[in-house]
Nanobody
Framework: QVQLVESGGGLVQAGGSLRLSCAASGRTFSRYAMGWFRQAPGKEREFVARIGRSGSTYYQDSVKGRFTISRDNAKNTVYLQMTSLKPEDTAVYYC?????????????????WGQGTQVTVSS
């Protein structure tokens, strides 16, 4: 069992930056790939970024070059550094843990989820 708690969301102007954190419970954090997803009102939850157990990363095209996912296994924490934010980045951001080895971007393939943190980008 893994429990995930996100933090770091807030209100920011377009062009600004935010860093989201996701703290995981348990001693098996390093065995999971971690992903960030987001869900805007009236839209489906969508993949944002993923970091594998080895540190390999994968991003949605719309955030490449603006967002960076990283992890600190000693702190059981995964981060999402977001820069050059746009109003269309506004959403609730969720972190998720995946026990599989294959890079996946479908929410249903992730085993554990946090409660989400709101990110609002004003124009």
């Amino acid at each position: 069992q893994v429990q995930l708690v996100e933090s770091g969301g807030g209100l920011v102007q377009a062009g600004g930056s935010l860093r989201l954190s996701c703290a995981a419970s348990g001693r098996t954090f390093s065995r999971y790939a971690m992903g960030w997803f987001r869900q805007a009102p009236g839209k489906e939850r969508e993949f944002v970024a993923r970091i594998g157990r080895s540190g390999s990363t994968y991003y949605q095209d719309s955030v490449k070059g603006r967002f960076t996912i990283s992890r600190d296994n000693a702190k059981n924490t995964v981060y999402l550094q977001m820069t050059s934010l746009k109003p269309e980045d506004t959403a609730v951001y969720y972190c998720a843990a995946d026990s599989g080895l294959i890079t996946v971007v479908t929410p249903k393939q992730y085993n554990y989820w946090g409660q989400g943190t709101q990110v609002t980008v004003s124009s």
